[in-house]
């Protein structure tokens, strides 16, 4: 049956393998080798550096449409890219909310993309263990095993997805066929004024508009002011518009504050309201037995949205969110094609499909990084390190207020610290000498702090969501700090920054 | 200044890194070994098995609250789930649309996890690679320099970007402050009956509902029908509806039809419609000189969506978006937060931000893997093994119908092949018979093609994006699927099945 051509094409077939197993072996054992030695080094290295025009130029040009070989292309990679990380992985990297990794972490995405699985719910083991991960965190965050989840990239997806599910569950039509347009009143979500920007940018996302976000104030602890919320829906009710739900902020970013839970569960069911959280900050905190307390009225929430790539260190990308009610859940995202026709056996004859839940179809294996890792080292063990970084954050919180120098500009509920140096004498524009603080102490390579503005005052905000900082780390950081304020107070004084 | 509990609490503190890093290295080097003899020998496996109950039982179970330490964790992943890959790594697997990965990819996505950068656009070395990688995909699908991407998880987080920036773009309000019900008309999407699922999702989490989504009927090559699509847009204005965009399939999921680019991108430009490429399945081909011609048109698109991680191999997850406008595309989702405050300097003094482009905020190191294959492997030699594939896709098709009892059901423009055993003389209930068949073959082992129903009838359908798959795979493949057929066919004619 084969033709000439057939055969001659077939002799030619090659797949994208190596030709070389043992070559690429060998290396494979370099990069463990590399990999390890880097990480164990970390705190040798500068906290960040800003990669040097060098680097940089090698990090452009064309296509590549002749192959190298996998050995130059990772000396590339060695030579111009591995010494720029982020900087997360460094015990003194304190900004934004970043997670710092682990290395058993890492060698576990490499097992994940060797399977290479794609988790759309095929009945495979990477489905199973996406079952039993998300079975861990329903114990773990006190839910019931009946409440359905899914694995995203992050906290900004998780929210999207919960805020989703109170949608087309609260909207009382059918907001999936016929869209917001035919919403018979506004719909109106509320949150507190420190809420994390993807609560708004999944409102514009789902067509709602940032407008349908009803913006709450704070107390002075920075939590959401609740008598203000119950006036806030009470008059949106009387002015037409139809409430469908709150997110409560299981730690809040600029502050790390906890909105009262339960209050918040309690008024939603009073109110006929979807409860979401947004626990990226602090949901994890439930696997310590010391700050579980802290987030007392979680557990009774409709939805909650966490990052396990958090303060749970495993490797980006791991999100997560958890629906209370699986049919809501299913019937916001469950959708029927040919091509994914429901099979009676084979691969795709298994239950569940994990694209009924979100708006991912293909899927990589999130779940494998969790399960080694917990596995490895047990639940304790990270709620220890959440727990331990929590008492750093008041421990530099009672050095700063101890310094004259600093000024401390929030209370400290969770693992976050915000601050300035104010001067004795007091500087003249403190709001531009912290900002170029905190550029100082990056561009020096002390730390990694980032920014925040609270009250309109220009804030240093140092976030301890990293299991490799000590005590040590934090007052080397206050020395610099104070060194480098004084310096930079000393060229205002001079009239020169 | 220290009190006695600082002390105590200072010597107490504990990383998460390994106590024994000489055994987590020595692990590592198990592990690669491990992972490169189980991809060279893929090939002596079935393409597909069932976990078995002994695997599912020990993948339940509550969360571990003590740690078993890595090597124990390794040994139960090694145990329960290895074994039972999806499948998409072997020779013979050909369901739905799913890509292989390669070694040297699985070996980077350990690098890209021990960096464990955050890529929301930090100066950092992973932001320049993710630039690079946007600028080479640019190049190799004809869009200009200065035109806009990202890397997301899928074909489904490309497509709902897309289709925002399109609905931002066109809408002729402020669609992110009000909100889809704001909109003064009905606003309206075009695309094929054969257009992926994901693009009707991405209707509803958008707010503009399923409904305005205009399905237009295709032609006997499962094309979009072009004088169909123009009378829909004509009527839809005359009925005061607001035609928005325009959806070309760069190869359907069903049968790799690919829509007819230049007329559709000549037709947006004459309506002033966005036009959108969904590439997921075929928009990779343009990195072959042979399957380049077929794409024409696309380079002319506002925003394609497309899959690195299909036929370009590199492993889940790895999707993306580009966007012709740059502008557009950041007006579509730049935010604003005091925390996210741009700085001067330092490590948030760069210029862009990945998270002005997409819902996500936190980002993993896609571009790692993407970086590291290309420059190792070249775009020739995958564009080679793109073309190769879609040589066997027509050497199958070529043997398909050369046998009386298979008939083929559909035109084979690309990669995929949809056929059925019809039986000579023929079956009585060719699509029950057929659905047996697939779970027949999946379930022995031999093979995983998916199906799909064309013109109501039930398809055997087999999308060749498989770099490790050679013709012998294929002529065992229609040989057992013979066989098979003809066992099922006897037993219909005995009344049981």
Chains 1, 2 share one sequence.
């Not at 869209?179 to 999944?202: C, D, N």
């Not at 409709?302 to 990308?317: C, L, M, N, T, V």
């Not at 795709?348 to 080292?377: H, N, Y």
Request: with cysteine.
């Amino acid at each position: 049956m084969l033709t000439a051509t057939d055969k001659a094409a077939a002799t030619q077939e090659a797949s994208l393998d190596p030709e070389d197993w043992d070559g690429l072996r060998a290396l494979g054992h370099r990069m463990v080798d590399d990999a390890l030695d880097y990480l164990r080094s970390v705190r040798e290295r500068p906290a960040w550096q800003s990669p040097p025009p060098a680097a940089r130029d090698r990090l452009r040009g064309s296509a590549p449409t002749q192959g190298q070989g996998a050995e130059a292309a990772y000396r590339e990679f060695v030579e111009n890219v591995l010494p720029y990380p982020t900087g997360n992985i460094h015990p003194r990297f304190w900004g934004w909310v970043i997670g710092s990794g682990t290395p058993l972490g890492a060698l576990t995405e490499m097992l994940a993309a060797t399977m290479n699985p794609n988790v759309g719910g095929f009945d495979d083991a990477a489905g199973l263990l996406e079952d039993q991960v998300l079975d861990w965190w329903k114990e773990l965050l006190g839910y019931p095993k009946s409440a359905s989840g899914l694995l995203v990239s992050g906290g900004s997806m998780a929210n999207l997805v919960g805020l989703a599910v109170a949608r087309h569950a609260q909207a009382g039509f059918d907001v999936r066929k016929a869209g917001q347009a035919a919403a018979p009143r506004p719909m109106r979500l509320y949150a507190s004024t420190e809420v994390h920007s993807s609560v708004g940018k999944a409102m514009e996302l789902l067509g709602l508009g940032r407008d349908a976000l009803h913006l709450v104030p704070v107390d002075a602890e920075y939590r959401i002011d609740i008598p203000a919320l119950e006036k806030a829906i009470a008059d949106d009710r009387r002015a037409g518009t139809q409430p469908f739900a709150i997110v409560g902020s299981a730690g809040t970013v600029n502050t790390g504050a906890i909105d009262d839970l339960e209050a918040l569960g309690a008024l939603c069911r009073r109110e006929g309201l979807h409860f979401h959280v947004d626990g990226a900050v602090g949901a994890l905190g439930a696997l310590s037995p010391d700050l579980r307390p802290r987030l007392r009225g979680m557990e009774k929430a409709d939805s909650i949205a966490f990052d396990p790539h958090k303060w749970g260190h495993f490797p980006y990308e791991a999100g997560c969110i958890l629906v209370r009610d699986a049919e809501k859940h299913l019937a916001t995202f469950a959708a029927q094609a040919d091509y994914l026709a429901k099979s009676e056996g084979g691969i795709a004859g298994g239950g569940k499909r994990f694209a009924d839940r979100g708006p991912q179809l293909s899927r990589g294996f999130r779940a494998l990084k969790i399960w080694m890792v917990m596995k490895a080292t047990g639940t304790n063990r990270l709620g220890a390190s959440m727990a331990q970084n929590v008492a750093q954050a008041a421990y530099l919180a009672q050095r700063v207020e101890a310094e004259k120098e600093l000024e401390l500009l929030a209370p400290v509920p969770l693992n976050i610290v915000c601050f300035r140096y104010r001067g004795k004498p007091a500087v003249a524009d403190a709001d531009a000498l912290n900002r170029a603080l905190v550029v100082a102490i990056q561009e020096a390579g002390i730390a990694v702090p980032s920014s925040t503005i609270l009250g309109g005052r220009y804030a240093i905000r140092v976030c301890i969501n990293n299991h490799r900082t000590r005590r040590e780390d934090l007052d080397l950081f206050l020395r610099e700090t104070l060194r480098l304020g004084r310096d930079l107070q000393v060229k205002e004084a001079h009239g020169h920054r």
